[in-house]
């Protein structure tokens, strides 16, 4: 492997440059590398001034996370920052990219400071559950006072090149002449400002303490915030090098908790998740214009995304009055977004104009990928594949919005079997942002790969399912609705078993996030693809729907959803059903703990989860849980099911299904590959790759 630091002198100046793509992580090889480089150049007589580069798209971004939670190596960041700052040669940082974390606590560590104006720089350590490790509590108040540092690392949010001058966090910028900047500087430099020694916001005692005690007063129950504003009240209290320790320790009781570990993994998996194997030979198509054929919820919502996103779209709906309707959702959504302040009239307007509204199939013709998000209804999508084979373009790739659609069919009707997919999304709430994508056998990789980017155009987490009922997403939640069915068999009802969801942290309990997904699409499937004969199979969905309680777009599922109004109450019509149900199954009702059901729910997810890994339909764990986290709220912090399942072994997990299996034969069928990890001592974190 090439060497990831070199060192390079020239008329008197040591420049350290770090190469270790994509975002030059402080990896352990980086660290020994910086640190044999520190030490020639402070052992040449013929160095005056060092200055510490990074080549690529970015100085260090942090610590390598991947490191974290292995067996520790030396030099630790902390103590290679003091080293850098206890140099005896001027040591100049200069920066450009994305400077964050362990890579701002490296410059922070630098007698001086140059950015490129285009830099941004951050303390994003609460986002993996953690904090500064490497001096920046320390540091980080001594040069900007305790209100920024405060503010970037509770918030985690990186600031711009020309807030850090203000602040004080740099001392200059510049522009595509760093570099000739910072060695123009180190050549004149000859004075040592340690951050360390800085004082001069340290001096007001008291207001310092009153922001603290103010913001400690504002804070929940997360550790790592606490800790943070801890080490920060110590930069104060205490001489620097206690202030470290203090930050030490804090740090390693961070990196301890469970919510750090479900953050790091979370940030991996979310990445794991949108490497599709088909990026490696799949080009990207151009994206100009979307055509979406349907105008119910699903159309108008991915219309309004599409538009948002800049894309121009033409959607197709039945008759001059279904198109007078869908304008007017799609304009009273832009009206209330400028009456909220969330965008200009400019703005709005400017949507609008990407729209066109029409009837005529045939306006489709011109668009690079069409969705349909036409109604269930019998044979509507197979006709409207068919009319989309004859009228797209060549190589358009051709979307359908339903997890159940038989995607084999929409490739036969439409004859395009290589641009068909699905573009599957979840239930609209802020921070629910991924998009699953169906590839079925046969599929274009560049058609996979326009999907995926469009996906990302739409800021969406695109997730990778092969064709299954359901894909992932939906199959996932058709299976905890099956796992609390039998709960409210025996005595559950669906709002308390969402209230034991949400006081676990999900954003969404099961009924409701099937009342905002639809009832209808699962039972078409259900009536399509009968369910073997199970005493217990609670038919309460099925006759929901036969009643038309089709979940929130028909105003009534397992909740009443009043016109306008965010707030819905439980159905009552539906308990009386599903009191009906138990009477007519003898059953005798009993309590439930809120552990016992999100237990029953948690674990369906783990076993139906080690299913679709194992039969291909998943690509790896942690796109179970990517997908569980960003489609249904599944709290990020915790990772996912999976990850939790980690968090004992997966022999555990197993005798936990065995003895629900064995109290309710019907109800569990265990995943082959549960049995095979448990088997071979192997837990799901092995196969995520
Ligand atoms: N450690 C290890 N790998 C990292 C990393 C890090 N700190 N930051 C990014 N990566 C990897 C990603 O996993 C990804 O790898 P892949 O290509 O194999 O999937 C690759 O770098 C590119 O990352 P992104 O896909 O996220 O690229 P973007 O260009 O979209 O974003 C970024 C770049 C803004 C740097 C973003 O990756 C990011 O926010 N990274 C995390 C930064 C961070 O949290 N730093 C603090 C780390 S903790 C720390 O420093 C502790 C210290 O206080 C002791």
């Known amino acids: 492997m090439k060497h990831p630091v070199r060192l390079e002198r020239q008329n008197g100046v040591a420049l350290i440059a770090i190469e270790n793509p994509p975002v030059n992580a402080l990896s352990t090889a980086v660290r020994r590398g910086i640190l044999g480089a520190l030490g020639a150049a402070l052992s040449d007589d013929a160095i005056k001034a060092i200055v510490i580069a990074a080549n690529g798209k970015t100085f260090p971004a942090g610590a390598d996370i991947s490191e974290f939670g292995q067996p520790f190596a030396e030099p630790d960041l902390p103590e290679l920052c003091d080293l850098i700052e206890g140099a005896d040669k001027?040591?100049?940082?200069?920066?450009?990219?994305?400077?964050?974390?362990?890579?701002?606590?490296?410059?922070?560590?630098?007698?001086?400071?140059?950015?490129?104006?285009?830099?941004?720089?951050?303390?994003?350590?609460?986002?993996?559950?953690?904090?500064?490790?490497?001096?920046?509590?320390?540091?980080?108040?001594?040069?900007?006072?305790?209100?920024?540092?405060?503010?970037?690392?509770?918030?985690?949010a990186p600031i711009t090149a020309a807030h850090a001058q203000r602040a004080g966090l740099v001392d200059g910028l510049a522009g595509d002449d760093l570099r000739d900047v910072v060695k123009a500087l180190a050549a004149e430099t000859t004075d040592i400002r340690r951050t360390r020694d800085l004082r001069r916001h340290l001096t007001d005692g008291a207001a310092y303490m009153a922001r603290i005690t103010q913001r400690r007063a504002a804070l929940g129950k997360d550790v790592a915030p606490h800790k943070i504003v801890d080490c920060v009240e110590a930069a104060l209290l205490l001489p620097f090098d206690a202030g470290r320790q203090v930050e030490r320790t804090a740090f390693a009781e961070c990196l301890a908790t469970p919510r750090s570990a479900g953050l790091r993994h979370s940030f991996f998996a979310e990445r794991r998740a949108a490497k599709f194997a088909e990026l490696a030979h799949g080009h990207v198509r151009p994206i100009e214009g979307i055509g979406i054929l349907g105008g119910g919820a699903l159309g108008v919502r991915m219309a309004i995304n599409c538009l948002d996103a800049g894309l121009p779209v033409t959607l197709v709906e039945q008759g001059e009055a279904g198109v007078g309707l869908v304008l007017d959702r799609i304009g009273a959504h832009y009206q209330q977004a400028v009456s909220a302040g969330r965008m200009s009239e400019g703005q709005g307007a400017a949507a609008l104009t990407h729209l066109n509204l029409t009837t005529d199939f045939g306006s489709l013709r011109s668009a690079d990928i069409i969705i349909e998000a036409l109604p269930e209804q019998a044979g509507l999508r197979q006709a409207a594949f068919d009319g989309l084979g004859k009228t797209a373009k060549p190589r358009a790739v051709l979307a359908t919005t339903s997890a159940y659609a038989d995607l084999s069919e929409l490739q036969r009707v439409s004859t395009r079997a290589s641009e068909v997919v699905a573009l599957h999304s979840f239930p609209a709430l802020p921070g629910l942002d991924a998009m699953e994508i169906g590839v079925p056998a046969g599929v274009d990789p560049a058609a996979v790969t326009t999907a995926h980017a469009f996906a990302k155009m739409l800021g969406k987490l695109p997730i990778r399912s092969a064709a299954h009922p359901g894909l992932v997403g939906a199959y996932l939640m058709e299976a905890a609705r099956r796992a609390a069915d039998r709960l409210l068999l025996d005595g559950a009802t669906p709002d308390r078993i969402d209230a034991a969801m949400r006081s676990f942290g999900m954003a969404l309990g099961p009924y409701q996030a099937m009342d905002l997904m639809?009832?209808?699409?699962?039972?078409?499937?259900?009536?399509?693809?009968?369910?073997?004969?199970?005493?217990?199979?609670?038919?309460?969905?099925?006759?929901?729907?036969?009643?038309?309680?089709?979940?929130?777009?028909?105003?009534?599922?397992?909740?009443?959803?009043?016109?306008?109004?965010?707030?819905?109450?439980?159905?009552?019509?539906?308990?009386?059903?599903?009191?009906?149900?138990?009477?007519?199954?003898?059953?005798?009702?009993?309590?439930?703990?809120?552990?016992?059901?999100?237990?029953?729910?948690?674990?369906?997810?783990?076993?139906?989860?080690?299913?679709?890994?194992?039969?291909?339909?998943?690509?790896?764990?942690?796109?179970?849980?990517?997908?569980?986290?960003?489609?249904?709220?599944?709290?990020?912090?915790?990772?996912?099911?999976?990850?939790?399942?980690?968090?004992?072994?997966?022999?555990?997990?197993?005798?936990?299904?065995?003895?629900?299996?064995?109290?309710?034969?019907?109800?569990?069928?265990?995943?082959?590959?549960?049995?095979?990890?448990?088997?071979?001592?192997?837990?799901?974190?092995?196969?995520?790759?």
Not at 96 to 115: D, K, N, P, Q, S
């Open 90 to 156: 001027p040591v100049i940082a200069a920066l450009h990219g994305t400077v964050l974390g362990g890579g701002l606590e490296l410059a922070m560590a630098a007698h001086y400071r140059i950015a490129h104006e285009d830099t941004k720089l951050g303390l994003p350590e609460i986002k993996l559950g953690l904090l500064p490790g490497a001096g920046g509590t320390q540091r980080a108040p001594r040069l900007v006072g305790v209100d920024v540092a405060l503010d970037m690392m509770l918030t985690g």
């Open 518 to 689: 639809g009832l209808r699409q699962g039972w078409m499937h259900r009536k399509s693809h009968p369910h073997e004969p199970d005493p217990r199979y609670l038919a309460l969905a099925d006759r929901m729907c036969e009643a038309g309680w089709f979940g929130r777009e028909a105003g009534r599922g397992y909740y009443v959803y009043a016109e306008g109004e965010t707030h819905s109450v439980p159905n009552s019509d539906m308990l009386q059903l599903l009191a009906e149900e138990r009477r007519s199954k003898g059953i005798t009702t009993r309590s439930f703990t809120d552990r016992q059901m999100r237990d029953q729910i948690i674990l369906t997810w783990v076993n139906e989860g080690a299913r679709l890994v194992g039969n291909g339909i998943a690509t790896r764990p942690s796109d179970v849980d990517a997908l569980l986290v960003h489609g249904f709220g599944y709290p990020r912090g915790r990772g996912g099911p999976m990850q939790d399942a980690d968090q004992t072994t997966t022999f555990q997990i197993l005798r936990r299904v065995e003895i629900l299996h064995e109290a309710d034969p019907t109800g569990w069928d265990i995943a082959p590959l549960l049995r095979e990890l448990a088997a071979e001592r192997q837990n799901f974190g092995d196969l995520n790759g």
